[in-house]
């Protein structure tokens, strides 16, 4: 199976900067979309920001212009560059990896991994 592991977060002012990261590991043949979600007190999980094995990325309209997501393919590893950082970015991140790991020395299988979860406080 896939194992997938968040680190990064943690209590920083407004107007400041976080960089959140997330690595993948176990029998991973390929990675396709890595994406970052957030679910703050009381409401949904929302989608923050995502990226293709491509490259090509996406964004929530909240993060636009602030947010940079960013991955290290050979390192199996997402990151997400947070700066101008409001009060409403208060959350709980939570990682989303999907693509392909071996199942046994014959077969491959997709996965679509989330890991534990890292909180991200905005306050003064």
């Known amino acids: 199976q896939v194992q997938v592991v968040e680190s990064g977060g943690g209590l920083v002012q407004p107007g400041g900067s976080l960089r959140l990261s997330c690595s993948a590991s176990?029998?991973?043949?390929?990675?396709?979309?890595m994406d970052w979600y957030r679910q703050a007190p009381g409401k949904e999980r929302e989608f923050v920001a995502g990226?293709?094995?491509?490259?090509?990325?996406n964004y929530a309209d909240s993060v636009k212009g602030r947010f940079t997501i960013s991955r290290d393919n050979g390192a199996n590893t997402v990151y997400l560059q947070m700066n101008s950082l409001k009060p409403e970015d208060t959350a709980v991140y939570y990682c989303n990896i999907q693509g392909t790991y071996r199942r046994s020395e014959v077969y491959t299988s997709l996965f679509d991994s989330w890991g534990q979860g890292t909180q991200v406080t905005v306050s003064s």
């Open positions: 176990g029998s991973i043949v390929s990675i396709n979309a």
């Open positions: 990226i293709t094995a491509g490259g090509r990325t």
